[in-house]
């Protein structure tokens, strides 16, 4: 059943957004009608600049309020959430015992030219992130943190030598695509050498969604918050479902 | 508004540091590195690349076999002018092979005396760049601290120029053009301007000269001096040092421990390499920035507030020995409290009050929130004018201006300019307010000054035991484990042999003495 929704300010339907931009202009009162009238350009109707002004020479800062006519259909998004249950670390612990019966290995690595570890280390180290312990701090893991600017090809070779059972790839920088790159050389690179179909691959970094990652060919796209456990837990049902097959 | 602490606790902070750098100072006087040696040749005038995009500083001390290495590459190159009787720049574009092997039989004395020109040629460059700078801070004075620094990282130096532009004009006293991302593991410096790169564009000596252009430009058209900012850090740490003090930046990011910990180069080379570099800023008279924000952004802010501050003890002291006086060490830290944490605001006065007590000369930098900043630009920004206000209370010397799109983008220029008027309105605002209160005796910020300054002195005293390379190898630094023979440009570090030369090294230590 559809359901169309637009954006709310203080009444059903008015379609209200905030906008800012910087227009490479000087500013003036004429700069202002520029600015309302780029924004009528977009689509949306009821412009006001709320704020003009200069911020350097050549250089104009706007804010706007606006309505938008669009609406979205929100009953055909497609779910984006992972099915997994919320489980604590012993529990975890305790299923990749019975359903896996081996210790799991895992491996984490910043690709590409990306020097930023703070995501991949709260997953992995034991110390955790907001009071929720790391995947070293698991009994029935064993992990292998990379660090960072770690290359594809040295990845994939780590992946095949040493058996991995699951990869968590981070990257972090979003600059002109270069993350969607090589999280992409990298699916093909394990397609060619024949071990993506044994693999759970798990995308990461401050920008991932789930629906990003699978889009990319992924299992499995972790964002902003994501908390230790949920990492595990996913691994460790992904793993028993494929035990148990 | 002083903290009552423990100054008996910093003095004796402050022998451990001694005690700790001490046994890295006698291996560092013992070993040399590949780009030691290049940023020598560089000063020498072998700057620039061949044909094939080699630099002639690479290609040269690739040249050299390990016995003829290990007397330094000027002790080779001075031969070499003896020699052949020609400069250095014809022989780095030489095409035929080098003649070591006459040039071994060459007197160590005719090779010195037929450098001694070509020396004092590249210390004249780097004393011109520092009087430049001193004219003109004395033309077009500073705007009072704490100096507003912002980021350009738009990945193109002609946009980072146009970026650094605006910021100045918006109000920006310090312009940092951030790297590449891979730029730190490079082994060579790029050559000529650049506009590609990841999350920053490439530290070269034409992108150097750009950008100073600008400012100057930007700075005669203010009446105000605008800072050039760049990293000294990763494998070309001295090199980028010599391009520094040669195109007039007037701060460099550079740390004693940070490419260690979170590059993964080799423990030894980033010593030596640190070394040098600080020589070459002492003498340029470039601001050193050290890097221990990196320690809160990986790890909990409140658990490792004794690590930043160990850390700047160990930073103050490698600096010191290198020539550095205080008023070019610009020690680190960094607002990354979980705004979730009840009163975290006070643990970051606290902290950033401690520092200004222990280093009061020291032009501490100030690095904004970047961990807890989510998407919600609209909180961050409130987070940021904290930590504008902590800042500006604590007497910090450079501010790093917090973005509200931290971890969305790379600034845009709208951003940057929301930023500066954030920290100009708030700083204005609360201008005096520090001279204004004092701190209760025995309230939640003493009481928190004074923990971290124990637990630094415990750290220290640990390290100082065991050894700072031992202490790396064990963890102690931001939980990162690091082998003295491993990491990357671990191959690049050799032993002098008692004919080495590095005349640069003899001139600064000279002076040093000299002063006194």
Known sequence: MSRYVKPYGDTLDDGKVQLSFTLPIEWSEAADEAARRLVVAMGFGDVAIAEGRPISSGFSFFVAYASTPAAIDVAAIPSTARATNVLSMEDIDARIRERVGRKVRVAGACIGSDAHTVGIDAILNMKGYRGDYGLERYKEFEVFNLGSQVSIGRLARFVGDEAIDAVLVSQVVTQKGSDVRNFTALIELLEAEGIRDRLLLIAGGPRMTNLLANELGYDAGFGRGTLPSQVAAFIAERLSERASV | ?516
């Open chain 2, 1 to 516: 508004m002083n903290l009552r602490i423990d100054s008996g606790l910093v003095d004796d902070a402050r022998r451990l540091a001694v005690a700790t750098v001490d046994p890295v100072s006698a291996f560092i006087e013992r070993h040399s590195t590949v780009s030691v040696e290049r940023a020598v040749l560089r000063l020498l005038g072998l700057g620039g690349a061949g044909a094939d995009g080699v630099p002639y500083a690479n290609r040269f001390v690739e040249a050299l076999p390990p016995s003829l290495r290990a007397r330094g590459a000027a002790s080779a190159l001075g031969a070499l002018v003896a020699e052949l009787g020609v400069g250095p720049v014809e022989i780095a574009a030489r095409e035929a092979p080098l003649p070591l092997e006459a040039a071994s039989r060459v007197s160590d004395a005719a090779a010195r005396g037929a450098l001694a020109p070509h020396v004092e040629e590249g210390l004249r460059r780097i004393d011109a760049s520092r009087t430049e700078r001193e004219r003109l801070m004395m033309r077009f004075p500073q705007q009072p601290a704490p100096l507003l620094y912002v980021i350009v990282a738009s990945g193109n130096i002609f946009e980072d120029r146009s970026a650094a532009i605006a910021a100045a004009e918006a109000g920006a006293q310090i312009v940092a053009v951030i790297r590449s991302t891979g730029q730190s593991l490079l082994d060579f410096v790029p050559e000529g301007t650049t506009t590609e790169g990841f999350g920053g564009t490439y530290a070269t000596q034409a992108n150097f000269a750009l950008m100073r252009e600008a400012l100057d430009r930007v700075s005669e058209r203010l009446g105000r001096y605008v800072m050039l900012t760049n990293y000294a850090s990763g494998l070309c740490m001295p090199e980028i040092a010599v391009l520094a003090a040669l195109e007039r930046l007037d701060m460099l990011l550079n740390d004693s421990m940070y490419g260690i910990l979170f590059r993964d180069i080799n423990m030894q080379r980033t010593f030596v390499d640190q070394h040098f570099s600080r020589m070459l800023n002492a003498r340029a008279g470039i601001v050193i920035n050290t890097g221990e924000d990196n320690y809160l952004t990986t790890a909990d802010a409140v658990e490792q507030a004794p690590a930043v501050l160990a850390s700047q003890f160990i930073n103050e002291e490698f600096a010191r020995r290198a020539g550095l006086p205080d008023a070019q060490i610009g020690l680190g830290d960094a607002y990354e409290i979980d705004p979730n944490l009840e009163d975290g605001m006070l643990f970051a006065i606290a902290q950033a009050q401690l520092a200004r007590q222990i280093f009061p000369n020291a032009p501490l930098k100030y690095m904004p929130p970047t961990k807890h900043m989510s998407g919600d630009i609209f909180k961050g920004h409130v987070i940021d004018a904290l930590f504008n206000l902590t800042s500006v209370m604590t007497r910090q010397t450079i501010h790093l201006c917090g973005i509200l799109t931290e971890g969305v983008h790379t600034p845009f220029l709208g951003d940057r300019a929301l930023a500066l008027e954030n920290a100009r309105y708030v700083m204005g605002t609360a201008r005096h307010l520090g001279d204004e209160i004092e701190f209760k005796r025995g309230g939640i910020v003493e009481r928190r000054a004074n923990d971290v300054l124990r637990g630094a002195h415990a750290l220290l005293e640990e390290v100082a035991e065991r050894g700072l390379m031992a202490s790396i190898e064990a963890g102690r630094f931001a939980d990162v484990k690091r082998a003295p023979d491993g990491g990357r440009g671990f191959d690049g570090v050799f032993e002098r042999d008692e004919r080495y030369w590095n005349p640069f090294e003899e001139a600064l230590y000279a002076s040093l003495r000299a002063a006194s």
